[in-house]
């Protein structure tokens, strides 16, 4: 498997960033488990917590979908988009807020709706399978 993170250039390791900020203040949902999630990728793409904090939000969307788009790479503008989903649906809520920012910034960038779709669909798998777990540990037997 293709380690994306490891393919950012430097300008889109900040894009990537910036995209889970965004997402973080889309409904407000800077947990500290969020913000811990948001230190360990910055630190895997070779960001310190120093470094982090002088990477700004976004204000809107339009923003980071200009900033998205210019990413030439169709494979990293995907990631970056499925990183947002990821870390969206990380607390098992996706509210439409969230979910219209992401297709609006995703569209804009270049992205078909029916990967956008896609992306969604599989985050929603995966929440199924974690809860499908959960209830396999809980039920008796």
């Known amino acids: 498997m293709i380690d994306y993170k490891q393919s950012l250039g430097e300008d889109e390791k900040v ?11 889309v409904e407000k949902r800077a947990s ?6 948001l230190i360990r990728q910055a630190e ?3 960001f310190d917590q120093k ?4 990477i700004k939000k976004p204000k809107k969307a339009d923003e980071l979908a200009k900033e998205l788009k210019t990413v030439s790479d169709v494979r ?6 499925r990183e947002m989903i ?3 649906v990380a607390d098992h ?11 609006e910034i ?17 985050a929603a798998q995966g929440l199924e399978w974690q809860l499908e777990g959960s209830r396999l540990i809980e039920k008796d037997i």
């Open 15 to 25: 894009i990537f960033l910036r995209a889970l900020l965004y997402i973080l203040g």
């Open 86 to 88: 990821l870390l969206a």
């Open 32 to 37: 500290d488990h969020n913000k811990n999630y």
């Open 93 to 103: 809520e996706l509210t439409d807020n969230e979910m219209t920012n992401i297709y």
């Open 76 to 81: 990293l503008k995907r990631f970056i988009l």
């Open 44 to 46: 895997q793409i070779g």
């Open 51 to 54: 470094e982090l904090k002088n």
């Open 106 to 122: 995703g569209i804009k960038a270049g992205i078909k709706e029916e990967k956008i779709n896609d992306f969604f669909l599989w």
